[in-house]
């Protein structure tokens, strides 16, 4: 080792430098050739590379170029090098959108949030966000409340519930039962909000089909799809023969699946186009699932998926976020001997099928409640999708199915099935916060790391953990290196900063045991009470959300939500002709 150091302090020839430049005022590790920057990168983690690229210029240079940065995507993301090169062009920086990407993951992983926001839902004016006037009211475009026929005038009269997150935006309705073609989209970047009525909607209350991508805000009802451009301020629309069963939309493309299971893909500004799923289904009666239909065992119960009424397949479809004309088809057989399949459709055309192994069942090893579910869900920013998930209480004897042990042996295990579409490959993690496993709880899975808010908890943090590796926490292990991070006010009005706090101990702090970091989601002023010991839980819990991207995350608990920022701070709303902007500008 000390010639080598001597070696690389004194140079003389060779490739030993992988410096973009000659100096020799380099530091060692940048005169290191690239096999050992290679040997170096397989001992450092995520969170090491992360916090290295930004050390200096020379060895951001190294590690992203492409001999590297490849290696990285692969072994902690795969299916991020391809979302990569799909999305850039022809002038951008391949290497610096992998760094771009890998500091927004580890900003969401640690729990670094920027700032925070509890929002209560509401049409009142004096709220945080404030109302766009962009789209023409014949186009649907709402200026004014009083404009809604049937809405109540008084701001405190009103039932909202929470519809969909989508990049940075949040869609809800003022009155869902009443009112469901009257919607509200919220840009938490802008703080920007847009209100839709459906044209000719008769005050139809049954009916009406919702969807939100990037780009678009559609509602369906019958035959007639009404889409929004979040960006342009312009509406499209369209008609198809049959009424609309589902909208399935990502970008400018949606899918538009019928009643009797017909398939339209609809590019925005465009005719919709017929696309036949010969050797995918066999089409008939399609049914949607509400949210009566699932037991409490079951999870991702928010999100319905369909189903052929004339036989036991589930259907659910996912439209590609970087290719054109490409989608996918997702039909499971939830009756034995199950079988769980994507079929990849390409100009119109079926070119490959993907099927889950038989053997991968034995992971799942389903409790007596089974799987009956089926609805794709991001997992990740980079081609993951989750597809089922189930409860189940597997044992360590050998599987007589399959003539193996099952991989994990622990029990309360929440058990997934993912599927990359850039990969093409099948996944099966297990979790273990079965404290929390109840259909009370909001959770979310994001970047392989599953959040959960238990309602029972009276702490109700949340907490973030990854998933089984096949060896049992122990639980005598100090949770000292868990930050616990609460929300106190900021200087700007109405937004909330993060503080690090230390966590008493008591036995609640067992649950932190593992954890990536625990996060209090109630602000001071906004803290529900503690139920007192003994008393009857609410006859109708409020309904627990927690959804987000590697920018934002939400916990939705019944008329309110709270978001973290995780890449940049939230915007103040600008009541002074944007002189506060200017002054957090020149700060």
Known sequence: MKSLLTHLCHPTSGRLSYSPSGNADHDIVSRLPLELHILILSYLGEADVEASLNVCHSWRHMWLNEEIWPRLAQQWYPGLEQHIRMCASDTDDIGEMFRAALHKIQRRNSGRFASALHYDMS?????FFTLSKGLPALEGGVHSYS??????????????????????????????????YFAIVDDLRTRKRRAYLFPGSQRETRGFRTA???????????????????????????KVPEEVARCVTEGETALIITRYADIFLWKFGQEPRHIEATGCYEKGL???????EFTPGHYMSHNPFSHLLHSDTLLDFIVSPTEENV??????????????????????????????????WADLAMDSVGVTNLRWEKVDSYGGYCLIQTRSNPSPDVSPATSRPSRCSQRGNLVSVYF???????????YHQEEVLNHQSGYQIWNSRM?????????????????????PPRRGDSRSNTPFYTMVPSKRSGLLRRQRVPFEEDESYLELVGADFALDPWPQ??????????????????????????????????????VWSFANEIPEKTTDGGKSLWRNLIR
């Open 123 to 127: 049409i009142d004016p004096d709220q």
């Open 147 to 180: 404009d809604v026929d049937g809405l109540e005038p008084s701001f405190g009269n009103h039932f909202p519930r929470f519809m969909i997150y989508n990049n940075g935006r949040v869609a809800w309705w003022p009155e869902a039962y009443v009112l469901p």
């Open 212 to 238: 939100m991508s990037d780009k678009m805000f559609i509602m369906a009802r019958g035959g007639i799809v009404h889409a929004w451009h979040l960006e342009l301020d312009v509406r499209c629309s369209t």
């Open 286 to 292: 399609l049914g949607t699932a509400q949210l009566h």
């Open 327 to 360: 989608f996918f088809i997702i039909t499971f057989t939830c009756t034995p001997p199950r079988e769980l399949c994507i079929h990849e459709i390409r100009g119109g055309k079926r070119v490959k099928t993907y099927n889950f192994e038989q053997s991968m």
């Open 420 to 430: 990359n579409i850039y990969t093409r490959t099948f996944t099966t993690p297990h």
């Open 451 to 471: 959040s959960t808010s238990d309602a029972n908890s009276q702490r109700r943090f949340i907490l973030s953990h990854r998933p089984c590796t096949g060896t």
């Open 525 to 562: 002023s906004h803290r529900p009470p503690i139920d007192a010991a003994g008393a009857d839980p609410p006859v109708m819990p409020a309904v627990r959300r927690l959804v987000g991207d590697d920018s934002f995350m939400l916990l939705v608990v019944g008329e309110s939500y709270t």
